[in-house]
């Protein structure tokens, strides 16, 4: 055997054999209940949280023991964890099925150090673009950049899907506080014609400026819905090109396409196949953030991600947030059966965070493959899911309480309120501490009976309890707030992917159904009876498609 052979089979021992006393702990300490894990130590709830970057966060709610912690870290060191991160920051290519950096730690890295792709340092082109989308941002907000006819911008809509539309949403949602009051911003994503038109239906074209965000600008939901909006523009305007020009400007990696489409490249935000679309929101994917919240915002926003990047980089693993977090989600989805992430920020300007983390984590860890192609032994990608508290206090938590599955939450909140209105602030953050106490503690068969309830309604009454929960807790708000959140789940999500040994950077997967739609679109369209090779049920659907739109008998 040569000597890497010998290396390989040993580390794979040893991951194995962290995997195995990990079974072993949780048979020991899973029944464990939280009652009583608090009940021996008086101090946990201080001991088990940890702070960095102006997060804190609570981890003491989770069915886990030091031991617990130290045999997760364990499994993250002889999962060479710490290799992975440093060869991510250094721009190797772990995203190996696609052969690319995953480098979105360099759009918020600070100008002047050196992260090097192909011998050229990336940093230098991230600050250009973003000084490029600044100078852009500035002139549409001063009235500067006119539309055709004259008239001042007033309305910004971002076309695109998927990464180039839920981050950009989502951060809009978050930081509305901070943004143009004076303008409106909308988002189309869907290929369905009503999207686009809602979008569009009030607005003068003459005062509309249309993003056309696309990574690789072919995806077929976007381009269509871009060329419905210049059909649209160019009605309310006329066909001139110098129109378009004043009217569309792109985000892509594609500088062809966009030519193409009839973009002046001069008004092109460029990124790179370094970043994911899943990981773009802080690349020129932003610009709608950025004419938003204005460029110093956005920079503070970068800043709050790259103080989350340097944490995530440096801090050994016991106090490592995102390591944490992303450990704390393996104990549960792969030891304890546990299927699903609740996420509940307790703040409505978060109201997207969760739609967003979908893509986040899921288009990321749902995977079945390991890097070297065999099967997956363990679950990956939990669900995640979740509604701003406290509306999902009185929908779904419900079954978080008392039902028959376990399902982890993520609380997040906030000290001060932005809109400090009466006391609604000390009421929400009273829920959220009473939701996790609740979930955690539950209510007793004697907490029940001593309130006098009859004996038929006691088993309805008694709240389990033992469901673990994280609290991250932050000051406020913020654009850098918001950046470290996002880039606290980033890291989290890759210390999941490094664990299971998958690649959360690529997305096969969503391939299949863009390819079969691309069939069947003609089969729809088609004048003659299409000859169909489907199988039974999608041909007959698509047939009586067909039927119902009274194309054939
Ligand atoms: O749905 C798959 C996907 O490739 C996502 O990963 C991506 O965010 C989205 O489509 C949009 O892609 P693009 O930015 O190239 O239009």
Redesign the pocket.
Known sequence: MTASAETLKKETAAKNAAWQALIQHQKQIGTLHLRTLFAEDAKRGERMAAQAAGVFLDYSKNRITDETLRLLIDLAQQCGLKDRIDAMFRGDRINATENRSVLHVALRAPGGGSIVVDGHNVLSDVHAVLDKMARFAEHVRNGEWQGHTGKRIRNVINI?????DLGPVMAYEALKFYSDRSMTFRFVSNVDATDLVEATRDLDPAETLFIV???????LE?MTNARDAREWMQLGLGSDAKAVARHFVAVSTNAEKVAEFGIDTANMFEFWDWV???YSMDSAIGLSTMLAIGPENFRAMLDGFHEMDEHFRTAPFERNLPVLMGLLAVWYNDFFGSETVAVLPYEQYLKRFPAYLQ?LTM?SNGKHVKLDGARVEYATGPIYWGEPGTNGQHSFYQLIHQGTRLIPCDFIAFADALNPVGRHHDMLLANVFAQAEALGFGKTREQVEAEGTPEWLVPHRICEGNRPSNMILMDRLTPAALGKLVALYEHNVFTQGVIWHIDSFD?WG?ELGKVLAQRIIPELQSKDEPRLHHDSSTNNLIRRYRQMKGMQP
Request: charged content about 15%.
């Open positions: 695109g899907i998927g990464g180039s965000s696309s990574k690789t600008f072919t995806t976007t994911g679309g899943r893509q288009e997305q969503v």
